[in-house]
Each structure stands twice: as C-alpha cells, then as structure tokens.
C-alpha cells in the first residue's frame, strides 16, 4: 500500500518528455493547452498536508529535480522568444508613431508611463527580504 508513496521514474521520464515538447510549441491551443496545463499541475505532487489517511510521508521535495534544468531551459526560451516578439512589435508601433503623427500609434507612444505602486502594508510587514524586494519595484516602477 505504501509503494504509491514514492517518485515513479520510470513513468515521469516519458511524460517529462511530452510536456517539454507541448511548452515548446509557442502555438499551444485548444485540448492541447489544457492537456499541458493538468500534467504540470499534476507533476506538482500531492500537497504537503497531513491528512488522517496518509502513513508515510512523500519522499520526494521536488517531483520535478530529474527535469527540472530542462523546464527551465524551456521556459527561458519560450519567455526570450517573447521578449522578442514583444520588442518587434513595440519597434513597429514607435516606426509607425514616427511616420503617422495622427496615427493610434503615435498616441499610444505618447501615453505616460504606468508606475507601479505596491500597497504600504506589503512594504512594511512580512520578512525584511520581501519588503526590500516590493520597496525596490516600486522605487524602479518595473516588476522585472
């Protein structure tokens, strides 16, 4: 009954290797999306609560450390190649505001800033490290 408890190796591999092919079609969509979405939430493993019915805990602090360079590697790519895409997109609204001054472009070159403004208490309660990092996003008006 207890052999459950335990990482499967030898079923994770595979299924690794499946979800690292669907985050990088940067065109995920329809049942495929979901399908990614429920194996990356599935392989967070089982909560860390103490339930009544559970006798041995889980083993394993992080289901995904066969994998997880991978992932990130993954991630890293697909967040660049949004980055660029991003930046594309941003060149041609500044090329078009440039070129069009009555264009919705060169308006919304022309909007101010956001600025980010983080709520007081979250700069003055919670862990030192916590408030420092709000107080510095705040101060640099960037989440990055």
Not at 75 to 96: F, K, N, P
């Amino acid at each position: 009954a207890h052999e459950g408890r335990r990482e499967r190796v030898d079923l994770l591999e595979p299924l690794a290797a499946i979800l690292l092919d669907f985050l990088r079609d940067s065109h995920l969509e329809g049942k495929k999306k979901i399908l990614t979405r429920y194996l990356l939430l599935a392989t967070m493993g089982p909560s860390q609560t103490n339930c009544a019915h559970i006798h041995s805990p889980w083993p394993t602090k992080d289901n995904r450390a066969r994998y997880r360079e991978r992932l990130r590697k993954v991630a890293v790519s697909q967040l660049a190649g949004y980055a660029a895409e991003c930046d594309r997109i941003r060149r041609r609204i500044e090329d078009t505001a440039h070129l069009t001054p009555d264009s919705k472009c060169r308006a919304l070159v022309e909007l101010p800033a956001d600025k980010v403004q983080i709520p007081e208490r979250w700069k003055t309660e919670g862990p030192r490290e916590e408030r420092e990092r709000w107080k510095s996003i705040e101060q640099n008006n960037t989440l990055r």
